[in-house]
Every structure is written in structure tokens, then in C-alpha cells.
């Protein structure tokens, strides 16, 4: 990869910005470009959570979820006052729930500073931001000149100069690629312009090349290779692990405790499970858990949860009990408040299996 002058990087920036101008998405957490150039700012708190929830996430998901945070946590310090089950209560769906305990444990850091720090170094020092999220506060909501390199941002860099470096692996090269246009001019403007390109125009498969403000400088469109960028590692197969779930309705409610808070769904509900591991269950899982196999138990449709680095295959038995003794670290949830309680996906899937073949969905 050559390096580009700077006057030929001059103009690439000016020319993104100009199509920024004009095709620039509307988005609840943004300051248009134009009331941006009159030199109205983001609100820091809106970018910082925008920017957590956006992680492993989609525009059209969080959406919703940020319009609720904010009724609910106007600011960031009506976040850091909130206790921590009414903050996964309202993540419940978003996944990857430790964002939500970083983004609690961020908001009363930052209140504790009293607002946040407008350095990239001193965004870092802050629980749950790391290299990306301080670049693009620094930069959308701060004009520092920062260009936070996203997947969106990879994949117009590795088209726009044919980067063979292959991802995850490479994206130092890729941080280093973007920090040529690092530059004094509207830097939110151009890290926000980076990502509407690659999300609404130089999209993963079939890029809309004929719109795109760099189509006639791009190598990848000049050599009509651009669906081969960037270029990745092969993937792992992801392992399977295995479970079973118990859906325990009494006349309370269902039983449900809370996990720790460290690790995978920390913080949130969870029905009574054995633990997930590598093989099926064969043994009887009833009494693995210390329930009562001669009770009237029934079997579920299954439950299949992808996370990050594994598949999860839930095998689901439920059961109506008269009583239910009390069970140390439990507690009784009405069926009719399961929507609104700080549970998990995965959860939700298993309680609605089990509702199911109770005959209560």
C-alpha cells in the first residue's frame, strides 16, 4: 500500500465530506452536518451510549434501546444514579451484557469526574472504553482529530487501497491506514462521513460503487475486485456446548435467581440450569439440579443460542407445581412481567418454551 500525498488525502477528505453534506443519515444520537458546521456539538453522553450499544449491533436494533435509555436516563448522571437491575431490565435483548455493566460503572465514573474528559487518554482511563469508542467520542463529540476505525471504516480502507493484510489479525495496519486522514478539519464530520460510506455505500457484499464519492480513485472498484475486501482469516468452527433448562412455574411465579455478576450474562435472570459443557446431558437432569423427578416434568422444544465464540443447544424441561419449597438464591417472577424483567435472550427463549408446553402461550 502506497503512501498517498498529502494533497491527494486533502482532496479525498473534502470530497467524502462534501457527499457527507448531502447523504449524511439521520440518526438520534447525530447533530446533522450542517448545524454541526455552525458549530453546534453532540451531546457527549448521547455519543458514548450510542457508541456502546452500536458495538456487535446494528442501526435499526438500537434504535429503540437508545430512545428508552434516554427517557429514562435523560443524563449521565440519571445513569449513574440508576441501580444496575433496572439498566440490564432495559438492555434485556441487546446482548452482550457486560457492555451494560461497563456502560453503569462508566456513567458513575464520569459523574464522579463531573463530565467527561475530552482527551482520547483520559476517555480510555474510563471502565468500558477502549481504543475505538475513545477514538469516536474524542472525534464526534469533542472535533479532536481522531478517526476511529470500525468494521465499516476496515472495509473502505482495504478496497480504497487494496489492503491485503487479512482481519482480525491486521488492524493495527488498518488504524494506521486511517490515521492518515487525521487533520483539524470537521474530524466528527469525517469519522461520521467513514461510516455512512461503508454502511450505506461500500457495503459488504454488491457495494454501490456508482454512488460512491471515491469510486474514481478506489483500486477495488478500478480492478473490479471489490467484493474480495477485506480480505479475513478463515474462520474457526464454533464449538457446541450443551444445557438443560428448568421452567419451575409455581402459584407465585416462576422461579428464577440472579447470576454473578462477572462473566457471560453476568448481573442477569436466568431460570434454574446445570451448567454448560461440552457433551449432551445423559444422566437425569432432574435430579443433577435437585428437583423431584417423579413430578409431572415436561419436555420442550429445544433451545439454540449463538454467542460469540460458541453455539449453546438448551435442552428445556417444564413443570406446574402446587408448591414450591424455597430454594436459597431464588425467587418468583409472574409470567406476565417476563417481558419487562433484566433477562437475557437466551432466558426469554427458554421461559417461552416452557410456557408453551404448559399451555400458558
Not at 8 to 27: G, I, K
Not at 42 to 52: A, C, G, K, N, R
Not at 251 to 275: C, F, I, K, T
Not at 312 to 338: D, F
Amino acid at each position: 500500500m502506497s503512501t498517498p500525498s498529502p494533497d491527494a488525502l486533502a482532496e479525498l477528505r473534502y470530497q467524502l465530506l462534501d457527499w457527507y453534506d448531502a447523504h449524511a443519515r439521520v440518526l438520534p444520537w447525530r447533530v446533522p452536518p450542517l448545524e454541526g458546521k455552525g458549530g453546534k456539538r453532540p451531546d457527549p453522553y448521547h455519543v458514548w451510549l450510542s457508541e456502546i450499544m452500536l458495538q456487535q449491533t446494528g442501526v435499526m436494533t438500537v434504535k429503540p434501546y437508545f430512545t428508552a435509555f434516554l427517557k429514562r436516563f435523560p443524563t449521565v448522571q440519571d445513569l449513574a444514579a440508576a441501580p444496575l437491575d433496572e439498566i440490564l431490565g432495559l438492555w434485556a435483548g441487546l446482548g452482550y451484557y457486560a457492555r451494560a455493566r461497563n456502560l453503569h460503572e462508566g456513567a458513575k465514573a464520569i459523574a464522579a469526574l463531573g463530565g467527561f474528559p475530552m482527551g482520547e487518554a483520559g476517555l480510555r482511563s474510563i471502565k468500558g472504553i477502549g481504543p475505538y469508542t475513545a477514538a469516536a467520542v474524542a472525534a464526534i463529540a469533542f472535533d479532536l482529530p481522531h478517526v476511529p476505525v470500525d468494521g465499516n471504516i476496515e472495509r473502505v480502507l482495504s478496497r480504497l487501497w487494496l489492503i491485503q493484510a487479512a482481519l482480525p489479525a491486521a488492524k493495527p495496519i488498518f488504524r494506521e491506514a486511517a490515521s492518515r486522514f487525521e487533520h483539524p478539519h470537521r474530524p466528527g464530520d469525517f469519522a461520521q462521513a467513514m461510516m455512512d460510506l461503508g454502511a450505506t455505500i461500500c457495503t459488504p457484499r454488491n457495494p454501490i460503487c456508482g454512488l460512491c464519492p471515491w469510486s474514481k480513485v478506489c483500486k477495488a472498484y478500478e480492478k473490479g475486485c471489490a467484493n474480495d475486501y477485506p480480505k479475513k482469516q478463515p474462520k474457526k468452527l464454533k464449538p457446541v456446548r450443551y444445557g438443560v433448562a428448568f421452567v419451575v412455574l409455581g402459584p407465585d411465579g416462576l422461579l428464577v435467581r440472579r447470576r454473578l455478576n462477572e462473566g457471560l450474562l453476568g448481573g442477569m435472570l436466568e431460570v434454574p440450569n446445570l451448567a454448560w459443557r461440552d457433551t449432551p446431558y445423559e444422566t437425569d437432569a432432574c435430579v443433577l439440579q435437585g428437583f423431584d423427578p417423579r413430578a409431572d416434568w415436561i419436555s420442550c422444544d429445544s433451545v439454540r443460542h449463538v454467542f460469540t465464540h460458541f453455539d449453546l443447544r438448551m435442552q428445556v424441561l417444564a413443570v406446574r407445581l402446587s408448591e414450591i419449597s424455597n430454594l436459597e438464591g431464588y425467587h418468583r417472577l409472574a409470567p406476565e412481567a417476563v417481558s419487562q424483567a433484566a433477562l437475557p435472550s437466551l432466558m426469554q427463549k427458554i421461559i417461552a418454551s416452557g410456557l408453551k408446553a404448559l399451555n400458558l402461550l
